[in-house]
T-cell receptor, first 114, second 110 residues
Framework: KAGVTQTPRYLIKTRGQQVTLSCSPI?????VSWYQQTPGQGLQFLFE???????NKGNFPGRFSGRQFSNSRSEMNVSTLELGDSALYLC?????????????FGSGTRLTVV | GQSLEQPSEVTAVEGAIVQINCTYQ??????LSWYQQHDGGAPTFLSY????GLEETGRFSSFLSRSDSYGYLLLQELQMKDSASYFC???????????FGQGTELSVKP
């Protein structure tokens, strides 16, 4: 069974640009969460979608947004990129939004803002 | 606020047992999870404690004590491939939200 697929794996963008990252969850998984990982801040929760609805949101500015499609695939968008947005962006999927901790993560998209 | 504290680094030798602690200052969570991450790759789920006590999964065991705001991951029969970062995380009842500790980098030496 295919795992969580994130595309692209690597991305280089210029300050002020916008970027869209994609996440395809495991088949049948309806919950998709997004995380930002940086050396300084660690793993931080961005938002979670369940059945196309945003269920929870972390403490990130409005430049960070996301959506989920009817097939559970999810995208996150970052507008007006800043140097500090350089990070590994990870998505995780699970069958339900309240699950016994067993989220499956993708390998992430490494975004570099120059 | 919500915070989880872990040691930043732990070193152990192959074949030994190591314990990685996680203390937290938060409440109202469903349970405590542990994840392993190799060199910035995909974090991999290891173990979950919803209730106080010990959960065992092969060479890995995890423990939770809500009254002490404390948990740990125990790795037995260490192997070189266990060198990785280990994160504790709490799952909240809002669903789909994990709050992670800063991670512990485990180095296994021969």
């Amino acid at each position: 069974k295919a795992g969580v697929t994130q595309t692209p794996r690597y991305l280089i963008k210029t300050r002020g640009q916008q970027v869209t990252l994609s996440c395809s969850p495991i088949s049948g998984h309806r919950s998709v969460s997004w995380y930002q990982q940086t050396p300084g801040q660690g793993l931080q929760f961005l938002f979670e979608y369940f059945s196309e609805t945003q269920r929870n949101k972390g403490n990130f500015p409005g430049r960070f947004s996301g959506r989920q499609f009817s097939n559970s695939r999810s995208e996150m968008n970052v507008s007006t990129l800043e140097l500090g947005d350089s990070a590994l962006y990870l998505c995780a999927s699970s069958l339900e939004s309240r699950v016994s901790g067993g989220y499956t993560f993708g390998s992430g998209t490494r975004l570099t803002v120059v | 606020g919500q915070s989880l504290e872990q040691p930043s680094e732990v070193t152990a030798v192959e074949g030994a047992i190591v314990q990685i602690n996680c203390t937290y200052q938060t409440s109202g969570f469903y349970g405590l999870s542990w994840y392993q991450q190799h060199d910035g790759g995909a974090p991999t789920f290891l173990s979950y404690n919803a209730l106080d006590g010990l959960e065992e999964t092969g060479r890995f065991s995890s423990f939770l004590s809500r009254s002490d705001s404390y948990g740990y991951l125990l790795l037995q029969e260490l192997q070189m491939k266990d060198s990785a970062s280990y994160f504790c995380a709490v799952t909240y009842n809002q669903g789909g939200k994990l709050i992670f500790g800063q991670g512990t980098e485990l180095s296994v030496k021969p």
